[in-house]
Every structure is written in structure tokens, then in C-alpha cells.
Nanobody, 126 residues
């Protein structure tokens, strides 16, 4: 089994920064693709960013490209999401998710990930 725990959320003014962490425990974290998704009230979870097991390949939603940076510390079983230049529309509950990556894996689709954290709230005020 794999357990994921997010942390680092909070309230920040527009233009500010936050760094989210996703810490994994249990077997297999280091070999999995890790994604970040955001969910607002009443809406589906939307893809934010993802990173390969090695940390050498990253994926970003167009809406966060150039503002957010995903990184991975395999030794610590932790994935980070550095969020800069935050906008009110970034407000959401952010979830860390793990998927069993393969060549046909769609990193942008939430149902493709099989382990999820509990989420951490990010609120950006205008």
C-alpha cells in the first residue's frame, strides 16, 4: 500500500507564494508518477502538474506553466509543488496522487491515479 500526505497549504494574497509537499510512505512511492490536482467546490479535480519517478520528466497545466514548479526528492519520498505568482483562481483543495506510469498513461486524467492524499487547502485572496 501507499499513503500520501499533503502539507503546506494556507491563505496567501494574490502574487504570493506557497510550497506544497507530498510525502509518501509505504511500498512503491519512488517508482510512481506523482501528480498534483486542484479541486474547487462542486467541480472535478483538475490536473496541475506531474513528475516522473526519476524527477527528470515533468508535466504542467497551461494555466500554471511558468508559475508553478514540481520537483522530487526520492531519498525523502517527497514531491514538492512550488507555487509562485498565485492568483485567486488558483484557490482550491490540492491533492497529491500516485499512478503506475506506463507509456500509455494519461497524466492529465485524475481517474488514472490510484492513490490519493487527503488534500490541503490553498486560498488566494484578491
Amino acid at each position: 500500500q501507499l499513503q500520501l500526505v499533503e502539507s503546506g497549504g494556507g491563505v496567501v494574497e494574490a502574487g504570493g507564494s506557497l510550497r506544497l509537499s507530498c510525502e509518501g510512505s509505504g511500498r512503491g512511492f519512488s517508482s510512481r508518477l506523482i501528480g498534483w490536482f486542484g479541486q474547487t467546490s462542486g467541480k472535478e479535480r483538475e490536473f496541475i502538474a506531474a513528475i516522473s519517478w526519476s524527477g527528470s520528466t515533468t508535466f504542467y497545466a497551461d494555466s500554471v506553466q511558468g508559475r508553478f514548479t514540481i520537483s522530487r526528492d526520492k531519498a525523502k519520498n517527497t514531491v514538492f509543488l512550488q507555487m509562485d505568482s498565485l492568483k485567486p483562481e488558483d484557490t482550491a483543495v490540492y491533492y497529491c496522487a500516485a499512478g503506475a506510469y506506463h507509456p500509455e498513461f494519461d497524466v492529465y486524467s485524475a481517474p488514472n491515479y490510484d492513490y490519493w492524499g487527503q488534500g490541503t487547502q490553498v486560498t488566494v485572496s484578491s
